[in-house]
């Protein structure tokens, strides 16, 4: 139950919209193991939804960016919205994560809608670290030139470091993966619930304090670790960007949702 001075709640799902399998250890934590299996990376979009508000988290990738990536597209991201009674269409509030391939693709998918990211991941996407192919690789050039697009169009609120959206809702700055990689503060019925994103890909990378390969500021992504924490209510209060463990820790909010969608306001299961 809401208390006097606390806000509505928001729901919290996470939508799993891709899968990428038969991966090594060193490609999912720097130092790890050339010959040892890796976790499978799963792709989610996400939602924070309340009775005033709707926010999208991340706009996941399209069918072409799947075949070039060789990653298996299960559903459209829009798709996934529409499980939950969403119409891409209509959504007016879309927070971007960063500006990597696998989180703001699809962005024709939201005509009305507004995209809310911080200044230092547009002037990184668009900068002079894109000369280099090892930072420009998980970007995907026409991904980038839509956002442009978008810019122009008036659709864009940048943001700088720390912003509240809505009571209950906040974004922050983390860097080290991207650099200007935010996270998203979220006020659920169980407490403050903090969508990583790529703070931290799996558990393990924040559990262990390995960071996963694809980083820019290896210092910034380390001292992320430790914003995440505390800003979450607990470690269980925190949703790494792709571990297919999220989708077996907590609950769908349907038996016919089940492997496709589950509830991040709920505590996880035990187990």
Not at 168 to 186: D, E, F, I, P
Request: with cysteine; aromatic share 8%.
């Amino acid at each position: 139950m809401t208390g006097r001075n606390e806000p509505e709640p928001f729901e919290l799902f996470a939508i799993r919209y891709a899968n990428h399998s038969r991966r090594k250890a060193h490609e999912n934590m720097i130092g790890g193991d050339l010959h040892e299996a890796g976790s499978d990376l799963d792709y989610y979009v996400w939602v924070a939804r309340r009775s005033d508000k709707t926010f999208v988290i991340d706009t996941g990738f399209d069918t072409r960016a799947a075949q070039e990536r060789g990653r298996t597209l299960l559903r459209k991201p829009a798709e996934g919205l529409a499980l939950l009674g969403i119409d891409a269409a209509q959504v007016e509030d879309v927070i971007l994560t960063h500006l990597h391939y696998d989180h703001a693709g699809t962005l024709s998918a939201f005509p009305r809608c507004r995209f809310h990211v911080q200044d230092t991941e547009v002037a990184y996407a668009t900068g002079r670290c894109m000369c280099h192919a090892f930072l420009r690789q998980p970007f995907d050039v026409e991904d980038v030139v839509s956002f442009v697009r978008h810019v122009y169009a008036g659709r864009v609120q940048f943001h700088n470091e720390t912003v509240q959206l809505a009571d209950g809702l906040s974004l922050h700055r983390t860097g080290g993966h991207s650099a200007g990689l935010q996270v998203v503060r979220v006020w659920t019925q169980r407490g403050w619930v903090v969508v990583a994103s790529d703070a931290s890909h799996l558990y393990a990378n924040m559990e262990k304090r390995v960071p996963f390969p694809a980083v820019y500021n290896v210092g910034e992504l380390l001292e992320g670790y430790d914003t995440v924490r505390r800003l979450a209510d607990s470690p269980d209060h925190i949703i790494p960007g792709h571990d297919p463990l999220v989708m077996h820790r907590y609950p769908a909010p349907s038996p016919e949702l089940e492997g496709i969608v589950v509830r991040l306001d709920c505590p996880p299961r035990l187990g």
